[in-house]
């Protein structure tokens, strides 16, 4: 072999091998940067509907040290080396030293992530862990209040609960399935009121919150259409159909903030 044919071949296989390494820095910040998106969601939830200890303040603060540190990793389009090195908050604590390798902190000191991308732990701005082990299925995740979400993340037929400890559905991730809202019946049967009995199934019924002019609340059923019309994938983002259904009584959050902007409030952040 000559030495032209090897020196070409020797720089193939490394542009090869700096092409991967940049593919799997990249990847890892995309996943970081989505595990951010969907805890974002799971405490705009926590803060709508908080359980009755929790503070709302805290939770607020909270959203504020997750949108700083969503802008400064996974705000730029472009990744470049000084936004990946040595990344420092306003307030002078370090974001990470490699975006794509090394943990990642809030501004206040708190780690989110010891290495992303990786099964590993991630923890909310309270020190409250969210999951575990993230990257797997099957695994507990939590509420920042520290109340159990899940015990089977990204599995079908699973129970959710909501921040206080009510069931949000016995089924996630299964279109016509029962979900409810988190309080009780308003004829004073036993139970929940319900959501719907088919949710997210076309042309099935859900029950919308409707008030008389004496402030009186009451359920007035509507017909499952367009954007209420929800995939079993879609289905099993329960934080996210949440959120669509606090959007659709008008109830202000930041979640949208954390995702692109052609990204939908329910696309699955795995």
Known sequence: MSLLKKLLMTALITGAMLG???????????????????????????TLLPADRDSRHELQEMNQQMLALNRMACGPVLLTENARYS???????????????????FPNGQLFVARPGRDTTLYYPNGQPMAYSWMRGGQTVYWPNGNPATFSFRTINEPWFYP?????????????????????????????????SEWGKYDGWISYIQYTDRGLMYMKRERIRDKLVLSDEELLDVPGVLLMLTRMYQAPDDARQFIPGDGSITQLPW
């Open 164 to 196: 206080d400890g009510h069931i949000v559905t016995y089924l996630a991730g299964v279109k016509g399935a029962r979900w409810f809202y988190p309080f009780a019946r308003l004829d004073g049967s036993i139970g929940q009121e319900m959501i719907s």
């Open 20 to 46: 991967t390494g940049l593919a799997q820095a990249s990847s890892a910040v995309s996943s970081a940067c989505a595990s951010l998106e969907f805890m974002a969601k799971m405490l705009a939830v926590n």
């Open 87 to 105: 990344s420092h908050y306003d307030n002078g604590r370090l974001a990470s030293s490699d975006l794509t390798q090394h943990a990642w902190y």
